[in-house]
């Protein structure tokens, strides 16, 4: 457990404090009165109050949209239901940058609502809306949808016999057994959403502002530390709570359901009534999901092959190198970062399962969770401040950019492997070690072959997390090695029809990158490999 702790220290909790304390300590004294001199602006209030309610308007209207499709994946049987799944999860895995750049070219300026009705909806709050159902509707209908496939349906076929309506017998048996797992998905929606930041920064505009958007402008446009720095504390402070009531609601669904065989709980549609709620899917797959991700395509070529074929010549402004070294450096970066987040995150779920954990272990589960909820700006900008002295000076290495996008992927290997190791029958480990293995040994005889594949799963999430991480990146990235979201970023701040092609194609080429390792992912996922 010493190195995960020790990986977290350093490159998490070292760059937070050192920001915040760069921002609220004046020789030696801290200057906490800023608090409440920030709060009491009414610039700060509103970007507070819209943070939060979008956040909730966003997560009530992706529970409404992706509830159905969590119950047509759970109980429906219909050809193409694994190739379906695998498109729902694509925007889940997708970059926010490009997400947001997606949107752009669905209701921006000349996008495909300008050219067809000459509507636009960009730098309002429902392209935003939008934007986040679609990138969390894999969430609801992964974390409901796979305990709802997992729930004994007669249980509520006795209900019925009983003389209970569809409705009634739903509310009063299905609903309470999924409660938690629906509380466990709003709570993430609520969490991804209240810390947005490539989606509000690409449709928001001047408009509107999230805590991270904000911490952005703060730490990077207007340079105020001490407003930066309060802003981070009440990011953290919230982020905390809500963490805390998700590991509430994930050891309520762990311990109080009795659960079945997944794969006799889906049949083929009967009635109206079921063929009618997959057509409704059908349709809401198309229109939110593929829709998006086919206008960006389509734009993308929009000059032929024009814009990708300038990906590949130096402009002498934005970039010191052609964009398309950007993908390059993505795949070096997240090769390296997958390769720490492995190691960190197998050991942390290592460490997780032992059955000698004291309490204070099985509480760092919960602060694994924190840097996917914690400023990106922050600990992006706490790295350039913080790691800038020997022994670790790393301003002007490589690494430092692989660590930062390691930082999330952690969780996403933790939260994978957990439930695999936790499957592994501890009184195999015991007899190998009775019989003479070492430590070693027995984990590799016993503990790897059985979760061999959710490692690889774990690696191909922390892989295609790291690839888009855009909040840190934008920080610490060099001009001269851009990343792929990075590169889109900085060619959407640019004016041209030239610069936005050539910001399609780069992320057209992204989405299929992590598309390839999301159909990866779906070869190697089984029932019990992970919790997402």
Known sequence: ????????????????????????????????????????????????????????????????????????????????????????????????????????????????????????????????????????????????????????????????????????????????????????????????????????????????????????????????LSTAAVLTLIQFAAVCAILAVHAWTVRRRETALRLVDASRTARRPRGAGQWGLLAGVLVTVAVLVVLPLAVLVQRSFGGGL????????????????????????????????????????????????RRDAGRLVRGFDALLMLPLGVSAVTVGFGFLIALDEPPLDLRSSWILVPLAQALVGVPFVVRTMLPVLRAVDVRLREAAAVLGASPWRVWREVDLPMVRRALLIAAGFAFAVSLGEFGATVFIARPDNPTLPVAVARLLGRPGDMNYGQAMALSTILMVVCAVALVVLERLRTDRSGEF
């Not at 995960?4 to 300590?25: D, K, Q, S, T």
């Open 306 to 353: 024009g814009y990708y074929r300038a990906l590949t010549h130096e402009d002498g402004g934005t970039f010191l190198v052609p964009p398309i070294e950007a993908v390059g450096n993505s795949l070096q970066y997240a090769l390296a970062a997958t390769a720490v987040a492995v190691v960190v995150g197998g050991l942390a779920a290592a460490a997780l399962t």
């Open 1 to 224: 457990m010493a190195g995960p702790v020790a990986f977290f220290a350093v490159f998490f909790a070292y760059p937070v404090a050192a920001i915040v304390a760069r921002g609220l300590e004046v020789d030696g004294v801290w200057q906490l009165g800023r608090i409440a001199d920030v709060l009491a602006q009414s610039d700060v209030r509103h970007v507070l109050w819209f943070t939060t309610w979008q956040a909730l308007a966003s997560t009530a209207l992706t529970l409404l949209v992706a509830l159905p499709g969590a119950y047509v994946f759970a109980r429906l049987d219909f050809p193409g239901k694994q190739l379906l799944r695998a498109v729902v999860t694509v925007p889940f895995v997708l970059p926010t940058v490009v997400v947001g750049t997606a949107f752009l070219a669905l209701v921006g300026r000349g996008g495909l609502l300008d050219e067809l009705w000459g509507v636009r909806l960009d730098t309002t709050v429902w392209a935003i809306l939008l934007a986040h159902v679609f990138f969390n509707y894999a969430v609801v209908v992964r974390t409901v949808g796979g305990l709802w496939a997992q729930l004994d349906p007669r249980q509520e076929e006795a209900a019925r016999m009983l003389g209970a309506s569809p409705l009634r017998a739903w509310r009063r048996v299905t609903l309470p057994a999924l409660g938690p797992a629906v509380a466990a998905a709003a709570l993430m929606v609520f969490l991804f959403t209240f810390t947005s930041f490539g989606v509000v920064q690409i449709l928001g505009g001047p408009t509107f502002s999230t805590l991270e958007v904000e911490i952005y402008r703060q730490t990077s446009q207007i340079f105020d």
